[in-house]
Nanobody, 127 residues
Framework: QLQLVESGGGLVQPGGSLRLSCAAS????????IAWFRQVPGKEREGVSC????????NYAGSVRGRFTVSRDNAKNTVFLQMNSLKPEDTAVYYC????????????????????WGQGTQVTVSS
């Protein structure tokens, strides 16, 4: 069974940090580009960040650029999202997603590019 499991969410004060993890089981992340999305009730799921299979190519939504950092450890079959300087508007359920690709140095933040999704982890930024 192909599965992604997110962890690391929680409640944090504005200005604080969290590190989300996304662990894969049943398949090898090395063949996949990975993205993080987030969703709040009543809104579309939006792309936050993505990372290519190799070369460390990353993309970020404008709202998080400079505050969030995506990374991957293929040996551990895990992807991370380091979130710093968190704001109340970052409050959402965060999902990781994996998309198979032959391309090594590119990634997309389009939902249709990703076939395997985690169950999500809640991030709440509030004082």
């Amino acid at each position: 069974q192909l599965q992604l499991v997110e962890s690391g969410g929680g409640l944090v004060q504005p200005g604080g940090s969290l590190r989300l993890s996304c662990a894969a089981s049943g398949f090898t992340l090395d063949y996949y580009a990975i993205a993080w999305f987030r969703q709040v009730p009543g809104k579309e799921r939006e792309g936050v960040s993505c990372i290519s299979r190799r070369s460390g190519i990353t993309n970020y939504a404008g709202s998080v650029r400079g505050r969030f950092t995506v990374s991957r450890d293929n040996a551990k079959n895990t992807v991370f999202l380091q979130m710093n300087s968190l704001k109340p508007e970052d409050t959402a359920v965060y999902y990781c997603a994996a998309g198979p690709t032959a391309l090594l140095a590119t990634c997309s933040m389009t939902r249709s590019s990703y076939a395997i999704w985690g169950q999500g982890t809640q991030v709440t930024v509030s004082s």
